[in-house]
């Protein structure tokens, strides 16, 4: 264990970049700053109805509406470079799965696995693997078929990693992500799915 003494003395952290690395992020110092221009660009929104504010409120994670002045804006790019943490590379995903680089490309343009876009990198949240990241969540591709392709990234990860009692055991609700991994049906999340898919 390290000491509150060492953790003084310790070397400070030279550059962004150096931080971006010891947080494990495939991030650059040149994707932060396309992360602040966007955050500081003025968006227009648009209202959400209310089954989709309802959605985006239970499973989302971040208030939905526009950006509120420079705090709304750190909100944002702190949530690209933590997002990013906690994704893997196109590179990562074929070394923990034993495959081929083109082999992970067809996985993502034929919904096997999900992924995201940020500026000029691709993205593989870690939630949708098992196994210390060695294999992909059991029916990831019948769920993922049947959600809005332009779903909101961490509203997909809501939908994942959120407790519901649609899926309870022994009484407890569970997440589509813990159910799965413990053998629930596929079809149950699915059906979960299909009301993100028709706006409920």
């Known amino acids: 264990m390290i000491s509150v003494t060492a953790q003084i003395h310790a070397a400070p952290i030279a550059s962004v970049g150096a ?17 602040l221009q966007e955050a500081r660009r003025p968006q227009e929104t648009a209202a959400l109805s209310h089954a989709d504010q309802a959605f985006w409120d239970e499973h989302a994670g971040i208030p939905a509406g526009g950006r509120v002045g420079s705090k709304g804006s750190l909100v944002n790019v702190v949530d690209v470079v933590s997002s990013a943490a906690a994704s893997l590379t196109a590179a990562d995903v074929a070394a923990n799965l034993e495959v ?63 407790p519901t009692p ?20 596929a079809a149950a999340v699915v059906r979960l799915a299909e009301y993100v898919g028709a706006g409920y």
Do not use: C, I
């Open 100 to 162: 081929a680089a083109a082999t992970v490309r067809h996985y993502r343009t034929d919904g096997s696995l999900y992924s995201h876009k940020r500026g000029r990198n691709v993205f593989f949240p870690t939630w949708q693997f098992t196994d210390g990241l060695a294999a992909a969540l059991p029916s990831l591709a019948a769920v993922l078929a049947v959600m809005p392709a332009d779903l909101h990234p961490r509203a997909v990860e809501g939908f994942f990693k959120t």
């Open 19 to 35: 931080w971006l690395k010891s947080v494990g992020s495939p991030l650059t110092e040149t994707d932060l700053v396309d992360a």
């Open 166 to 185: 649609d899926l309870s055991r022994n009484g407890q609700p569970t997440s589509p992500r813990e159910w799965l991994m413990t053998g629930g049906s």
